[in-house]
């Protein structure tokens, strides 16, 4: 199996937690505030700061790089529409499995798409959620702010939209808060499961939409794992496919609720559509 290349996992968490604070009392940092100034003033500026502060160790282990040459706009980049998560799909989908899982993956890939001018280091700040909350305005209004809790949020939206957990987050952020791997691994379940129950992978996609696939991903890699497990998932797809007005709340209780069901009834080797029907008692009890 081909080997790609990628920072070693301990040093990139370590990089991560040493950048951001705990707690709820932020002080104002100037390791944070040089972080925050070096992705202000550009490629060369924060391509020198990763030299000096992250690449700068053995972090590095060796292998194949993805060729990846797609120029993406900031709001591609945040929120990836359809026709550019096919581009992200076509890219990484033949890499194995184990590499999506590793943050050090995702770091190198990002890393390298900023020195190929792929995406500017601004673009890692942009919040975007409806608003014109961009890179640089997220930047300006923190690296200009006396608040440590402000400046802290968005040195920590940089670290996940570069792969890297801040302090009190794990590995599942690159299923959760980081861009390309909510994308690439929604394509990934719909690829799957799309050969498993009788919906089609743009049924699928559609149904594991930002709303269905938060939920879903913020649970398979808990406690809760067994949503993951084909015939829940299917029961779970071929519901919501049906339900698509179903709100975040009943997702989510729906979710748990299976939890118990697991328990002492073994849902994992019921067909989709037993599990299926088994949703919609829990939903109509809701």
């Known amino acids: 199996?081909?080997?790609?290349?990628?920072?070693?996992?301990?040093?990139?968490?370590?990089?991560?937690?040493?950048?951001?604070?705990?707690?709820?009392?932020?002080?104002?940092?100037?390791?944070?505030?040089?972080?925050?100034?070096?992705?202000?003033?550009g490629k060369k500026r924060f391509l020198n700061y990763l030299d000096e502060n992250l690449l700068n160790n053995q972090e590095a282990i060796a292998g194949k790089t993805v060729d990846f040459d797609y120029k993406f706009t900031e709001a591609e980049f945040r929120f990836p529409p359809i026709d550019t998560q096919k581009?992200?799909?076509?890219?990484?989908?033949?890499?194995?499995?184990?590499?999506?899982?590793?943050?050090?993956?995702?770091?190198?890939?990002?890393?390298?798409?900023?020195r190929n001018d792929c995406i500017k280091p601004e673009y890692l700040a942009s919040?975007?959620?409806?608003?014109?909350?961009?890179?640089?305005?997220?930047?300006?209004?923190?690296?200009?702010?006396?608040?440590?809790?402000?400046?802290?949020?968005?040195?920590?939206?940089?670290?996940?939209?570069?792969?890297?957990?801040?302090?009190?987050?794990?590995?599942?952020?690159?299923?959760?808060?980081?861009?390309l791997g909510k994308a690439y691994w929604r394509w990934n379940w719909a690829n799957k499961m799309s050969n498993e129950i009788s919906l089609s992978f743009d049924e699928i996609l559609k149904t594991l939409d930002e709303k269905g696939y938060a939920e879903f991903s913020g649970k398979m890699h808990t406690g809760k794992s067994y949503i993951s497990q084909t015939n829940t998932l299917g029961g779970f797809l071929?519901?919501?496919?049906?339900?698509?007005?179903?709100?975040?709340?009943?997702?989510?209780?729906?979710?748990?609720t299976i939890s118990y069901l697991s328990v002492w009834k073994a849902i994992e080797i019921q067909s989709p559509e037993l599990n299926k029907k088994e949703i919609e008692i829990i939903a109509n009890n809701l």
Not at 18 to 29: A, C, P, R, T
Not at 87 to 106: A, Q, S
Not at 246 to 254: C, H, Q
Request: proline letters at 2%.
């Open 1 to 41: 199996m081909s080997k790609y290349k990628r920072i070693d996992e301990a040093i990139y968490s370590d990089f991560g937690k040493k950048l951001s604070q705990e707690g709820k009392d932020k002080i104002v940092s100037d390791e944070q505030m040089e972080f925050l100034q070096a992705c202000r003033n």
């Open 87 to 114: 581009i992200i799909w076509d890219i990484f989908h033949e890499i194995p499995k184990e590499n999506m899982t590793r943050c050090g993956f995702w770091g190198d890939v990002i890393i390298d798409m900023i």
């Open 127 to 179: 919040n975007l959620n409806g608003v014109n909350e961009t890179g640089v305005y997220m930047l300006d209004d923190a690296i200009n702010s006396n608040d440590g809790k402000k400046i802290d949020n968005c040195v920590r939206r940089i670290l996940r939209s570069m792969g890297c957990p801040p302090a009190g987050r794990g590995k599942r952020i690159v299923f959760n808060d980081f861009y």
């Open 238 to 256: 071929l519901f919501l496919n049906e339900n698509l007005s179903t709100s975040v709340k009943n997702i989510k209780s729906i979710i748990d």
